[in-house]
């Protein structure tokens, strides 16, 4: 069965630098349409993007993943599977919420869905009783409750019971394999979520690093605009204390030459 789109929106696609792991790299030379599909074979929820031919985009979502809004038209996921940090860039604010919602809508989905495949196999690897007790049970006969003539003995009574056979002990050790099977993989899936956003985290810190260095360069040149001003205005002050005295002077020869005439 073919994937269909279920949601579409358009956006500007980006991944994190992968050698800095910090600066953005654009790969779309504009805005391109990004959907969610559903694979109802792999029962999975799937972000693809195409330009061109070509797959920007193709991310798996998981219940461990998360959409980090970075800015009021930015946000971005990180990928383990792909090894990689996308990122778009939205025409507006509601654009990226609409997205955001989804994400969020269709992780839960992915969790139901991993949760019911769970469920579904417990309940196909776990024996019946019924098979169990069949396996473990051997048919009941005189000779076996009884005995034989040779194997029959004064003190054997009618109700002994059968020796159990070795198996009987399979179905606990395979509960308790089960139990570490399940707990290992709980684990795993803790450690996966720990590792991500542990790398959210320090792409986070990196791109605030970013945005701090670019805020002390901005402060810097203010300081220096503002005292290139302040020499500026120094100048323009002995020039004009340079005019008045100039308009001072030419006042006084005046002045003497009404009181000559």
């Known amino acids: 069965m073919v ?3 279920i949601f579409s929106t358009r956006a500007h696609v980006f991944q994190i630098d992968p050698n800095t792991k910090k600066n953005w790299v654009p790969t779309s030379k504009h805005a391109v349409t990004v959907s969610y599909f559903y694979d109802s074979t792999r029962n999975v929820y799937r972000i693809i993007s195409l330009d061109g ?3 920007i985009i193709n991310s798996t979502i998981t219940p461990n993943m998360t959409f980090t809004k970075t800015s009021q038209k930015f946000g971005q996921w990180a990928d383990s599977r792909a090894n990689t940090v996308y990122g778009l860039g939205f025409s507006s604010e509601h654009h990226l919420s609409k997205f955001a919602e989804k994400f969020q809508e ?5 969790r139901l869905a991993k949760e019911k495949s769970q469920e579904k196999m417990e309940l196909t690897s776990t024996p019946s009783q019924e098979s169990a007790g069949g396996d473990l049970q051997s048919p009941l ?19 002994s019971e059968p020796r159990p056979e070795p198996t009987q002990n399979a179905l606990p050790f395979s509960h308790r394999l089960k139990q570490e099977i ?7 899936e803790q450690r996966d979520s720990l590792t991500q956003k542990l790398q959210e985290v320090e792409i986070r810190n990196k791109d605030l ?7 002390e360069q901005r402060l810097e040149k203010s300081q220096n605009e503002q005292e290139a001003f302040r020499n ?3 100048t323009l002050l002995e020039i004009l204390d340079g005019k008045i005295f100039e308009l001072t002077e030419l006042r006084d020869n005046l002045a003497k030459l009404l009181e000559r005439s």
């Open 3 to 5: 994937e269909q789109p």
């Open 53 to 55: 031919a070509k797959a």
């Open 106 to 110: 269709f992780k839960e989905a992915a």
């Open 141 to 159: 006969t005189p000779e076996s409750i009884n005995g034989t003539d040779d194997e029959r003995t004064p003190d054997m009574t009618q109700n």
């Open 182 to 188: 399940d707990n290992a993989r709980e684990l795993q």
């Open 209 to 215: 690093e970013g945005q701090l260095s670019d805020l």
């Open 232 to 234: 500026n205005l120094k």
